[in-house]
């Protein structure tokens, strides 16, 4: 997914620019930003962003459709294993960033978090938002089905399932991001496992899931 400005900037300079804003919202805020505190983090001219963006809130736009089109690359390359095997591995990446620098890992979940927290005001940023989470639900969800139609997983709403892990998980960044509670995401791992993974494996002896 690309904007109308991403195609017309070299492709260095567009990526400079994102991890500028990145960086700006992580320091000041959303609520507090501004033009020039993006600016103070890019090496080009002030003058260059305004004559593609107008504005914060177009810059803050055009972040989330590249997280956006990020998490379109991340899970189109996930990894070719069976459905239990890909859903530890993305319980560990999203909570334990497995895959990632850590500190860079919590640096982008918290500009997420923060850009999520002054949506309210801007129907786009709620739009591109949801898409975010939607899109990793739908691939939660294909994963909880794949291994239902394999006989790994009981015949569970893998829907439903899915958004309980992803409001599981979402919490878990909150407390650690908002709270300082670093021990809430390998808590919520330790959560999910116990009580929804373990017990979505068919014959588990603490199968509730199914209704058994």
Do not use: C
């Amino acid at each position: 997914m690309a904007s109308k400005n991403s195609s017309e900037i070299p492709e260095d300079t567009y990526v400079e620019l994102i991890e500028a804003t990145i960086s700006a919202v992580y320091e000041t805020g959303y609520a507090d930003l501004g033009v020039r505190d993006i600016d103070a983090k890019f090496s080009k001219s002030r003058q260059l962003i305004h004559h593609y963006f107008d504005g914060k809130d177009e810059l803050i736009t055009e972040l989330l459709v590249y997280l956006l089109s990020d998490e379109h690359e991340e899970i189109a390359s996930s990894m070719d294993a069976d459905p239990l095997t890909k859903l530890n591995a993305e319980l560990d990446n999203i909570l334990l960033s497995t895959y990632m620098d850590d500190d860079e890992f919590w640096k982008v979940f918290t500009v997420v978090y923060e850009i999520q927290s002054q949506a309210h005001h801007d129907a786009e940023h709620q739009r591109l938002l949801n898409e975010l989470t939607d899109e990793y639900v739908a691939h939660l969800s294909e994963i909880l089905q794949d291994g239902i139609d394999e006989g790994i997983f009981d015949d569970v709403d893998p829907q439903q399932i899915a958004m309980l892990i992803n409001d599981l998980i979402a919490g878990a960044h909150i407390r650690k991001i908002h709270l300082g509670q670093d021990e809430a995401p390998g808590n919520a791992r330790e959560t999910i496992d116990q009580l929804i993974v373990s017990r979505l494996l068919v014959n588990s002896p603490t199968d509730t899931m199914s209704g058994t």
